[in-house]
């Protein structure tokens, strides 16, 4: 069946301008979670969501950054007035709540350069 | 808080030939999950190997095992037999298992593995 996909793969934008990356979750995943990982570094948690209940923003670096998510299918994660810091792979990723094995399927990712 | 340690940052292996990659993780709870992913050139996490730290017995798949040693905290991956097809980064990752945390995983920064012909 289909993964998690991530759209754009690369987005260039200008320093200041707001940037706005989608993430298609596997059909029936009712938990989503977006991550970012900087050159040469690990994964790090941003945002999480699951089903209808209020997400855990707890790994938002800045109020620059917010995400949505419309039930359990599409996720936007957007960046305003953007930093050259933020640049980095945006990565998404979704999993069965009720799995017992909590795998999390990744999607591709959305790289981010911010000139 | 959690926190994961891959103090290694290369490694470099021969085809055929057996690697180990480390990990050490430090939490004060006792009912989590510990991953090894793998990462590609083309950025897609691969999970590779899973343990739950209620289980005793080491987690194997195919090639790849883990030595899970809970009282030390360390969690490393053993790949057997490496291909080509092995290089790659390799990120270990925690997971806590609590009734309301949200299972989100956190990663060491990751080693690079390269497999030599």
């Known amino acids: 069946g289909a993964g998690v996909s991530q759209s754009p793969s690369n987005k260039v934008t200008e320093k200041g301008k707001d940037v706005e990356l989608r993430c298609d979750p596997i059909?029936?995943?009712?938990?989503l979670y977006w991550y970012r990982q900087r050159l040469g570094q690990g994964l790090e948690f941003l945002i999480y969501?699951?089903?209808?209940?209020?997400?855990?923003k707890s790994g938002l670096p800045s109020d620059r950054f917010s995400a949505e998510r419309t039930g359990e299918s599409v996720s936007t994660l957007t960046i305003q007035r953007t930093q050259q810091e933020d640049s980095a792979v945006y990565l998404c990723?979704?999993?069965?709540?009720?799995?017992?094995?909590?795998?999390?399927?990744f999607g591709p990712g959305t790289r981010l350069t911010v000139t | 808080a959690q926190t994961v340690t891959q103090s290694q940052p290369e490694m470099s292996v021969q085809e055929a030939e057996t690697v180990t990659l480390s990990c050490t993780y430090d939490?004060?709870?006792?009912?989590?999950?510990l991953f090894w992913y793998k990462q590609p050139p083309s950025r897609q996490m691969i999970l590779v190997i899973r343990q739950e730290a209620y289980k005793q017995q080491n987690a194997t798949e195919n090639r790849f095992s883990v030595n899970f040693q809970k009282a030390a905290k360390s969690f490393s991956l053993k790949i057997s037999d490496s291909q080509l097809g092995d290089t790659a980064m390799y990120f270990c990752a925690f997971m806590l298992i609590r009734t309301g945390a949200n299972s989100k995983l956190t990663f060491g920064k990751g080693i690079t593995l390269s497999v030599r012909p």
């Open positions: 990723a979704s999993s069965l709540w009720t799995s017992p094995s909590y795998e999390q399927y």
């Open positions: 969501f699951q089903g209808n209940s209020a997400p855990d």
């Open positions: 059909s029936g995943h009712t938990a």
């Open positions: 939490t004060s709870e006792n009912n989590y999950y």
